[in-house]
């Protein structure tokens, strides 16, 4: 498995389909800080996108999709200069799945939202961008909006298999955006998911995450890159922000942090298949990495997710 597809199933992205906004004549409409990542395609019309902390208003035209990455309130907005509503206001009586303001006509957007069940939500939004706008002439964004039409209908029509199928396409689509950010020539991050598009320090992300667990050494590693031992620590740095045994590392703490916080594996177990010699050596790599021992963390997450479910549960 690839790091990018490696990364997203460790994350566990799960999807939410949005009511749609019908919008006519002047509107604009004021939302909440969203509770993971936030999509929205423009179906017809054009509208402003206004995120908190961004400078500028972002033109969207039909055809236009856009990811937001941040937990930031933002306004969706014939004009800029008119006054909004709260978005409670019309999404609360929204009736077959649409939300409709100034009765709708001129303006149409559907859209998901994604939450990580898995944690460490932060190894990926924290090195992508509040906004990532995909424009309409992207052969991306038109497999974005058919995906995004498919994952509605599949969750609305309620056939069998439907969410199942649904999921999917929510990870069609956030795959989708992520090879287009980091293909777009404004995309100049440094972190592991930028680094993927250089050819040979994305060889040796490949190879540490195809195999975690073996004796890498600088050597081995430079040479999957094809660079020289020290050109590849410097250049493996430059582009991934961590050096490359501490990437190693983090990369084996967060795989050991997900098997203890979803099994009941021993943590001598989890060791030795990343490539521990000894529980104690995993152990003092894990604390220092995640801040607390393997027990710990792992009694912690399942302490989470016991809550979440129950949550879940009530009516």
């Excluded at 509770?35 to 208003?57: H, R, Y």
């Excluded at 077959?96 to 939450?115: Q, Y």
């Excluded at 993927?196 to 999957?224: F, N, V, Y």
Aim: aromatic residues 8%; glycine residues 8%; neutral net charge.
């Amino acid at each position: 498995m690839d790091p990018l597809s490696n990364v997203l199933a460790l994350l566990k992205p799960r999807s939410y389909v949005s009511a749609g906004l019908a919008a006519g004549g002047d509107w604009a409409i004021d939302f909440p800080p969203p509770d993971g990542i936030k999509f929205n395609a423009v179906i017809s019309g054009s509208c402003w996108l206004t995120v908190e902390g961004v400078a500028e208003a972002i033109p969207l035209e039909e055809g236009d999709c856009f990811l937001l990455t941040s937990s930031r309130a933002f306004r969706l907005a014939s004009d800029p200069s008119v006054e909004a509503i709260p978005s409670d206001v019309i999404y609360s009586i929204a009736r077959d799945g649409i939300a409709t303001c100034n009765g709708g006509g001129e303006f149409f957007l559907i859209g998901s939202r994604f939450s990580f069940s898995g944690g460490n939500s932060d190894i990926l939004l924290a090195i992508l961008p509040p906004i990532v706008h995909v424009k309409r002439d992207s052969d991306h964004a038109a497999v974005l909006r058919w995906s995004l039409d498919r994952m509605t209908r599949e969750l609305r029509d309620g056939q069998p298999g439907g969410f199942l199928m649904a999921e999917h396409f929510a990870h069609v689509m956030l795959m989708q955006v992520l090879r287009l950010h980091i293909a777009s020539p404004d995309a100049r991050g440094i972190g592991w998911l930028f680094a993927l598009t250089d050819r040979r320090i994305g060889a040796a992300l490949g190879a540490m995450h195809a195999d975690p667990a073996r004796k890498w050494t600088l050597q081995s590693l430079a040479e999957r890159a094809s660079m020289s031992r020290s050109t590849f620590a410097l250049h493996f740095k430059a582009k991934v922000g961590l050096a490359p045994m501490d990437y190693l590392t983090r990369w084996r703490m967060l795989v050991a942090g997900d098997r203890l916080a979803n099994s009941t594996e021993a943590i001598a177990s989890v060791a030795l298949s990343l490539g521990y010699d000894s529980e104690s050596a995993f152990s003092t790599a894990f604390k220092r990495v995640m801040g607390c021992s393997p027990r710990q963390y792992g009694d912690a997450q399942q302490a989470d997710d016991k809550m979440r479910n129950n949550i879940g549960a009530q009516p």
